[in-house]
């Protein structure tokens, strides 16, 4: 680097409009994707310099925040990267920007820049382990693989660094050169609302008999939130196995329910998919909780709902929505080369959990599991199918009967208690229930049964015998569709049609 240019090249209204994740190029391939030349005969590489520190403004640091927050890609030597948006809040009130904020080049490794703010109105001592990436020594990881590291090396240009190690390009490959070491302090002192800033190469690591980079997710420490860097081969962002429905057609859950979006499946994904439902695992025996990874490897942010997710079930070629019965309606997005984990717990009956996504009396069958994120137009899901008994429907413990001969009426605990009183008669009101002729009813499965808002059904359909024309529930009613219950509303269960209808005064 020429040092003339040092600060005027950190200035961060002029440099951040072309802050990307394409610096990272240079950092590993030079920007040109050839395989390694042999080192110099000597067998020193050319080290960079160092530029003039200096400290950013208010404006500066505003500026480098809302830019790094969109976040972007760069294709380069068969491998795609992605640096992630990178805004961290630390407990004790650090304020951490990161952005890559110059390519790397024959003279220089790629470089990344840290902002840090300390938002508290008096001098504080900060540990930096929860300051990303001002770990003692910055080591990023490709999820488990131990082997493949990538370091952000501190420059000359950090202000805390007690060692700034040396870096040396090899033919078109920048690597750390020299040991590894506590390269940051245990801690920081930043001044009242003061800005400081960290500089850091991006490198791989010594041994050069290592591969410099592979797909992954590299993390670098810093409390909760760690910063991440993305990395995919070109061309194929794709799962790396293969489903084991593989060639399974099923049809689309959505399209049943009339939206205006399509589904897109892991198991139809190929090596070109950029944005797919990654699961754990795809065949289950409850109880048991499956993970899933929503992974992004476009060139856009995904946007979607990250509370927004339903459990459906296969049943004659008809998808049944099982569960949850209302989500809220957030929303966020997953940038490129990030991710959104969420997972599933299911119980064939009964479990200790509560809470999240799970969902209780399940029984065997295939099921999908559907999230709301997906590329525009799309929402994503996998197959799962649950190794269960069928599920049997039940009446709850609490039911009462009241045998009155061709009509039984049937009332729960919380209805006995309120002594078929309330101050909401919606919420109460008793419900008659009868065998009709109607092929047009809606048809519902046990597993819908067993939904809060469809308890009404398990205080009535069990208590249909032999001679048995009627039953009443006296139950809560907060599920049923008050605008047509007056009139009265079918639903199909098992091949009879029964009209649900609230009772008359």
Known sequence: MDPSNGVERRKILAI???????????????????????PPENGDGETPENGDETRMTDEELKELTERVREGSVVEFGGMVVSTFPTFFRSD???????????????????????????????????????????????????????????????????????????????????????????????????????????EYFIVAHPDRAREPISSGSYRFSGGDRPLEISVWESGEPGPPEDSV????????????????????????????????????????????????EMINRSREPVSGN???????????????????????????????????????????????????RTVWNVGGGRYAYLVHFGKSGYRNAALLDIDAPELRLEPPEDAQVDDRGDVIEVSSGEWRERQGRTADERMMRPIRVEIVEDEDGERIITEQTYKRRNE??????????????????????????????????????????????????
């Open 245 to 292: 429905f593989e060639g399974v057609d099923v049809p689309d859950p959505l399209e049943e329910r009339e939206s205006d979006r399509e589904t897109s499946w892991y198991h139809e994904a190929d090596e070109t998919t950029e944005v797919y439902l990654k699961p754990s695992r795809e065949e289950v025996e409850p109880p048991v909780e499956a993970e899933y």
């Open 456 to 505: 009404y059904m398990r205080y009535s359909l069990p208590f249909f015998e032999e001679g048995v024309e009627e039953v009443v529930a006296k139950a809560d009613a907060g599920g049923m569709r008050s605008a047509f219950m007056d009139e009265g509303t079918t639903y199909v269960y098992e091949g009879t049609a029964y009209r649900f209808r609230y009772e008359g005064e």
């Open 306 to 356: 990250p509370d927004g997710w339903g459990l459906y079930k296969l049943v004659d070629g008809d998808w049944f929505h099982v569960a949850p019965d209302e989500v809220q309606l957030p929303a966020t997005s997953i940038p490129p080369g990030g991710t959104a984990e969420s997972s599933l717990t299911v119980y064939h009956r009964g479990g200790t959990r509560g809470g999240g």
């Open 92 to 198: 004790a009130r650090a304020s951490t920007t990161a952005g890559v904020i110059e390519p790397a080049t024959d003279d220089s490794p790629a470089v990344l820049m840290t902002a840090v703010r300390n938002e508290n109105d008096y001098d504080h001592r900060f540990q930096t382990r929860n300051i990303p990436p001002y770990d003692r020594r910055p080591i990023g990881r490709p999820d488990d693989r131990e082997n493949d590291p990538l370091y952000l090396v501190p420059t000359e240009n950090h202000e805390f660094a007690e060692q700034s190690p040396d870096v040396t390009r090899y033919g078109v490959r920048w690597r750390l050169d020299g040991s590894i070491d506590n390269w940051l302090p245990e801690t920081v002192e930043i001044g009242a609302e003061d800005v400081v800033y960290g």
């Open 16 to 38: 951040i409009g072309g802050a990307s994740s394409a610096t990272l190029t240079g950092c590993l391939n030079g920007g040109t994707g050839e395989e390694d030349d042999d």
